[in-house]
């Protein structure tokens, strides 16, 4: 068999002569002979394979170490992890259009006014927390008021004052950030919610503790009415729905290992409402200092319904109940009365939370 030196090789594999030294060391793409004398590395022509496949997925973007995991795996897996780490990259995508899209509006000086209403528009809201049926102790805390609406599911041996600080950390949003009907900007508005999250952030290790109270941590979703929109913070697996129109839409993306697998193609979403991993957090405020959340800016409409709730409601109700719940038209108390009553008729299994708020014309935002 004759062997190929770097140069013929690189070039019939369409790699550089610096990224085979590179795969060499790396125990990625190993030469076939190195010369005791020369050093010279030389390679098999059947090597070609593994290397133009190593070629195309760096064009993908895919880390080396990756590409060593599917360089060792069979074809029919190869094919299985290229698909799932392919859908990671349109999830992320996806996850930062909107964010490039709004820095462009920003950039170019179009920050525009998201309401479709000319009217003013004000909150009807309420709040509810319940421990459910099974648990001994609520480590959830959910909050409504003029401005901000929240949600926190606190988890290890310190989770019920980590939720509770978290919210608390939010609060000052309710008085120290002015609404913007006045043209307030949406880039400072964002600015704004991070150090609110970073306050959160701190005030949830301080509750935890300085041992970390076995990694107590919370998630935590908040919206701040601005006035013409809702501005959201979003980490963990707390969600939001909005009710439009008569349609339910999920507006959060939960941030947990079996989300996670649902995007990289490696579950169907009916495996991962059954997978015994479903809860277990891939982000959150806790010890991890360098997880962040999602925030975003969402339009607001008369008539429009939002529901942030716990998973003690999301994972134990079904969606079209929750859906039928929403759309019955009661108000936002007795609406949220009656999504704790249809997680405790189904169980109960974990303590649930929920806000309700209902976006109407209105100058002043109103309870109830």
């Not at 990259?89 to 820095?103: G, I, K, N």
């Not at 480590?139 to 003029?146: K, L, M």
């Not at 880039?187 to 949830?204: K, Q």
Request: glycine share 8%.
């Amino acid at each position: 068999m004759e062997l190929l030196t770097i140069g013929a090789f690189a070039r019939a594999s369409r790699l550089s002569p610096k990224a085979l030294r590179l795969y060499d060391d790396l125990g990625l793409l190993t030469p076939a002979r190195v010369d005791p004398v020369t050093g010279y590395r030389l390679y098999a022509p059947h090597q070609l394979d593994r290397a133009r496949l190593v070629a195309w997925l760096r064009r993908l973007g895919m880390p080396l170490a990756r590409i060593q995991q599917v360089c060792a795996l069979e074809s029919g897996a190869a094919a299985r992890e290229v698909r799932a780490y392919w859908a990671g990259v349109e999830a992320d995508t996806a996850a930062r259009r909107e964010l490039v899209s709004f820095l462009v509006d920003h950039l170019a000086g179009k920050d525009p006014d998201m309401t479709s209403s000319s009217a003013p528009l004000g909150i009807r809201y309420a709040a509810r927390t319940d421990t459910g049926r099974v648990r001994a102790g609520n480590q959830d805390a959910a909050y409504a008021g003029a401005r901000l609406l929240a949600v926190a599911d606190g988890y290890g041996e310190r989770g019920a004052p980590a939720s509770a600080a978290a919210i608390d950390a939010l609060r000052f949003l309710e008085t120290d950030v002015e609404p913007d009907t006045d043209g307030f900007p949406a880039g400072h508005l964002l600015n704004t919610l991070e150090d609110a999250v970073d306050r959160a952030a701190a005030a949830v290790r301080e509750a935890a503790g300085p041992d970390g109270a076995g990694d107590a941590g919370t998630t935590l979703t908040a919206m701040l009415w601005t006035g013409s929109r809702l501005a959201l913070v979003h980490i963990g697996d707390s969600r939001v729905y909005l009710l439009r129109d008569g349609e339910l839409f999920r507006i959060t993306h939960d941030h947990t290992l079996v989300q996670s697998m649902v995007d990289e193609g490696r579950l169907t979403p009916e495996e991962a409402a059954s997978h015994p991993q479903r809860a277990l957090l891939v982000r959150s405020l806790g010890r991890d200092a360098a997880a962040r959340p999602d925030l975003r800016l969402h339009d607001a409409r008369p008539g429009d319904r939002f529901l942030l709730c716990s998973d003690g409601l999301s994972a134990v109700v079904p969606s079209d109940a929750v859906h039928r719940a929403l759309a019955a038209g009661g108000t936002p108390d007795r609406t949220a009365d009656e999504l704790i009553a249809l997680a405790n008729a189904s169980g109960g299994p974990d303590n649930v939370s929920c806000v309700v708020a209902d976006v109407v014309e209105a100058a002043v935002p109103v309870a109830g």
